[in-house]
């Protein structure tokens, strides 16, 4: 499953929300990869997240596979959509 | 052997010595046979155990210390190394190339390097310095390489190192660390400041002091003056031994001094604070006798951090300061002072050629309203809770002032419609730091309620010597008279409009240079907290009469060192003091 979502937070996926990330998508089992621009990352990784360089206004695709898939998608899409800094 | 350098932080400090650098890692690739490739992955992912548990211990001990933020640091070198891609890097590694578990973290980690560093933002090319970091400790786990750390010293050391940030400075443990001598560096260097602000004594610029000391060796660092003193006879170790057992006698004498006036002999009083940097600082400066804060830099909430700290975060700093020195003792908050060669890793800046002449301070303030309306609710929030004042640095023009002053009071009308208690009659100075503000100081006085006298920079811009370059250390002359000139008609200029003057830069804690500054009027005296009860020993044996002497006499003068040996010739007991 996949769904769209651009980055609003002005310091984009840098150290804490990265790493916001990376804890809930580490709480699920199935994979979890953000695509920028044709890029892929595994979400439960630090280091490929800020690796993919995310900023402000940029569009991300989240893609969720393999088990609770739905709601992985859904609770990662609320978290980025959230995002304060 | 000795060494001479710039004294940074006085006091002496004896003991062996301790090198802070990166201890070299020597991987060599070996290839292994298919049999062992499981046992090489078992071994590396208790070292991984290990080094996670270790940083853990380094976390917790930096919370307590430290606070979060520093802690913070920590969480993400042990999220690095959960990460599954990372490990995940490493175990392909080690599989499919049959090599030792050493040369698959060291290849592994550099790849991740090179995408850090590649990236075209400053952030994200320090995050390369963390991985290098997390990958260097389980390197020396795997290795079997003791991880040297302070933590682990039982007697009192000599830190060397080619440079210590502020970060390195404010982990240094007191007790342990009788002294510190660096290559880099200046008496405003931030390792200066921070080693007086805690009392330790130090010795920096002294180019190559790293690879003249060897670990172990006995070092006398002498922050008096400015001398390292390696492998010494015997009998200098003595001599020095008794000159710091002398020199705390003179410290329990200046205590007695801790909540005694600073008055001259006949009756002048005036006013000896502190410059702070953060809450901690204050603390300290109270302990060391300060009568109010006539500096307190904000930039610590904004720096080390990936965003910028919200009102209510600056709000808890200013108001924690402002409480702590009641309703009577001034607190002097500066605006944000950042740009130029302080960056954040969170707004981007354009690289200066010039960066202290360039886009810092109050230009970037009046330039980002958004950012200086967040600090100025913040402050003015903070003042309804003591004597705040505030002064924007780095004003060159009374354009600028005014349009400061027009957001401060946008700020206040805010604040008013929302029924938020700030004091309306709070005090706003400006730092005169720019020779173009010292020489219409006569206008500016109209428009302010105090001065500030920024001499780091005041004395570098008017000299235009360049502070940070050792080459030219010589032009760094606080008491060259074109300075002392230029804050005489300050000091003239504010007192003919009544307003008050006080100075915050190193000069204003200079034994030297304090009876030329009493005799000129100035009013308040900010300073390192540690070099506050020295000061007051001075002003209390000084009368203000002589002092107006010694300033007219240095005012016609041509020559900074013949008004040092001056002063230090009439006022004779400024060198028991030192």
Redesign the interface.
Known sequence: MEKSVVIKN??GL???PA?LL?QKASSFRCNVSLVKQGKKA?A?????V??L?V?QNDEVLVVTEGEQEAEALQAIVELLEGLK? | MECKGIAAASGYGLGRAFLLEDQEVRVIRQTISSDAVDREIARLEEEIRQAIAELETVRDTARQKLGDDAAAIFSAHIMMLEDPEYLGGIIEKIKQAMINAEAAVEEVTAEFVAIFSGMDNEYMRERAADLKDVAGRLLRRLLGIKTMSLADIAEEVVLCAHDLTPSDTAQLDRDKVAGFVTNIGGRTSHSAIMARSMGIPAVVGLKDIVTKVKAGDFVIVDGNEGKVLVNPPEGIIQEYRAKKEKFAARQREFEKLLNEKSITSDGVQVELAANIGNPEDAKGAITNGAEGVGLYRTEFLYMGRAEFPSEEEQFKAYKEVAMLFGKERPVVIRTLDIGGDKELPYLEMPKEMNPFLGYRAIRLCLDRPEIFKTQLRAILRASAYGKVKMMYPMIATLQELRAANAILAEVKQELSKENISFNPQMEVGIMVEIPAVAALAHQFAKEVDFFSIGTNDLVQYTLAVDRMNEKISYLYQPLNPSVLSLIQNVISAAHNEKKWVGMCGEMAGDLTAIPILLGMGLDEFSMSASSILAARALIRQLSKADAVDIAQAALKMDDAEAIKAYVEQKVSFIAGLK
């Open positions: 002005p310091t840098h150290a804490r790493a990376v595994n439960k990784s630090i280091m490929n800020m690796a360089g900023g800094d």
